[in-house]
């Protein structure tokens, strides 16, 4: 009951947590259809008991189909909700599919130690044992505890908190699908307790050079950030869709390699082809986990740069933002 001097703000993008079936066995093929903001409030009454919540409708949209113009419009509504004096911390209901690519780069751009928690569900709010309620309640009170300040943007679902650097979604339907392979959680919730046990060590939030303004005026000018692709390795790779990369224009390509980031020789031509002509080429992992390091020595003279613990998705919104903000990629990549 202490809590309730804290006040949340709630920014609902759309997602599963917004979604509906035909009937409560439907559980992947469902679509949003019209639930909004206002459902998930009336969803969880006891929210008054955690926090003083005000809510506003961002987006309603699946996160499959999220965009840089939407994350300009909610880091803008996140940074002006954490710089309100009355508000504690903000949580967004987001889309479980890009929301590790939305958390990660809101926790590079948004200037505050105040809690910015993500959460959603897997199960769309018609299903039998839909757990969105239960995780929107979760969000709030861990954006309402002061021990969540500081700790940078976090995920929270099915009762797991992850910082959201190291997050990522690990199955496609399960709900238990967030974790931070070999990196692990940050947090936990049991009942109505949330506890804390660990923070990311990178620099996040106001420890970055990321700047809010710089995007807005990318994506107000060129209608998107910039083109970064990601191509995925495989045998029998001839680097025809990094070539396809280029030929669209891309400014950055993050290659999803197979083991340590490697790469299919007969692909390789293609990417020095792309590092020749000033494309950032970032050697990311396909395989899931742990660290992409220096491999051949030809790799590193070509300029290409390892992700380290980055996956290929979150490597991408890094060049992204590198390049827009004039931020050294190969220093990033070594420092966020
Ligand atoms: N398709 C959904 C989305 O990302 C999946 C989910 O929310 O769980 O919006």
Same mark, same amino acid.
């Given at each position: 009951?202490?809590?309730?001097?804290?006040?949340? $703000?709630?920014?609902?993008?759309?997602?599963?947590?917004?979604?509906? &079936?035909?009937?409560?066995?439907?559980?992947?093929?469902?679509?949003?259809?019209?639930?909004?903001? /206002?459902?998930?409030?009336?969803?969880? #009454?006891?929210?008054? /008991?955690?926090?003083?919540?005000?809510?506003?409708?961002?987006?309603?949209? /699946?996160?499959?189909?999220?965009?840089?113009?939407?994350?300009?419009?909610?880091?803008?509504?996140?940074?002006?909700?954490?710089?309100?004096?009355?508000?504690?911390?903000? $949580?967004?209901?987001? &889309?479980? /599919?890009?929301?590790?690519?939305?958390?990660?780069f809101l926790n590079l751009v948004l200037k505050s130690e105040k809690p910015v928690v993500l959460t959603g569900a897997m199960r769309p709010a018609t299903a039998l044992s839909a757990e969105g309620p239960l995780n929107l309640l979760n969000a709030v009170r861990i954006a309402a505890d002061p021990r969540a300040a500081g700790r940078g943007v976090m995920i929270a679902l099915n009762d797991v908190i992850v910082s959201a650097r190291d997050a990522t979604k690990t199955h496609p339907t399960n709900v238990a699908t967030f974790r931070g392979p070999d990196l692990g959680m940050i947090g936990m919730i049991a009942g109505t307790h949330v506890e804390f046990i660990g923070r990311s060590d990178k620099p996040h939030t106001v420890e970055t050079p990321f700047t809010l303004e710089a995007l807005e005026a990318h994506v107000k000018a060129h209608g998107a950030l910039p083109r970064v692709d990601i191509v995925y390795s495989h045998v029998d790779d001839d680097g025809v869709m990094v070539k396809a990369a280029l030929a669209a224009?891309?400014? &950055?390509?993050?290659?999803?390699?197979?083991?340590?980031?490697?790469?299919?020789?007969?692909?390789? #031509?293609?990417?020095?082809?792309?590092?020749?002509?000033? $494309?950032?080429?970032?050697?990311?992992?396909?395989?899931?986990?742990?660290?992409?390091?220096?491999?051949?020595?030809?790799?590193?003279?070509? &300029?290409?740069? #390892?992700?380290?613990?980055?996956?290929?998705q979150k490597a991408r919104v890094l060049v992204q933002l590198c390049l827009v903000c004039g931020v050294d990629a190969k220093d990033a990549f070594a420092r966020f």
């Amino acid at each position: 009951m202490a809590q309730c001097a804290s006040k949340v $703000v709630i920014l609902a993008t759309g997602g599963t947590i917004v979604s509906s &079936g035909a009937s409560a066995t439907q559980m992947t093929g469902y679509s949003i259809q019209g639930l909004g903001v /206002d459902d998930l409030l009336s969803a969880v #009454p006891m929210l008054a /008991d955690a926090a003083r919540v005000e809510a506003a409708q961002v987006s309603n949209i /699946d996160s499959s189909s999220m965009t840089s113009k939407v994350w300009m419009t909610l880091a803008r509504a996140v940074q002006d909700a954490l710089d309100r004096e009355d508000v504690s911390g903000v $949580v967004i209901t987001h &889309g479980t /599919d890009t929301m590790e690519e939305t958390a990660w780069f809101l926790n590079l751009v948004l200037k505050s130690e105040k809690p910015v928690v993500l959460t959603g569900a897997m199960r769309p709010a018609t299903a039998l044992s839909a757990e969105g309620p239960l995780n929107l309640l979760n969000a709030v009170r861990i954006a309402a505890d002061p021990r969540a300040a500081g700790r940078g943007v976090m995920i929270a679902l099915n009762d797991v908190i992850v910082s959201a650097r190291d997050a990522t979604k690990t199955h496609p339907t399960n709900v238990a699908t967030f974790r931070g392979p070999d990196l692990g959680m940050i947090g936990m919730i049991a009942g109505t307790h949330v506890e804390f046990i660990g923070r990311s060590d990178k620099p996040h939030t106001v420890e970055t050079p990321f700047t809010l303004e710089a995007l807005e005026a990318h994506v107000k000018a060129h209608g998107a950030l910039p083109r970064v692709d990601i191509v995925y390795s495989h045998v029998d790779d001839d680097g025809v869709m990094v070539k396809a990369a280029l030929a669209a224009g891309a400014a &950055g390509i993050v290659h999803a390699g197979t083991g340590n980031g490697s790469i299919h020789e007969a692909a390789l #031509p293609a990417l020095h082809e792309a590092a020749a002509a000033g $494309v950032l080429v970032i050697r990311a992992s396909r395989t899931g986990s742990g660290m992409t390091v220096e491999g051949l020595a030809e790799w590193q003279a070509a &300029g290409f740069i #390892p992700s380290g613990t980055l996956n290929p998705q979150k490597a991408r919104v890094l060049v992204q933002l590198c390049l827009v903000c004039g931020v050294d990629a190969k220093d990033a990549f070594a420092r966020f």
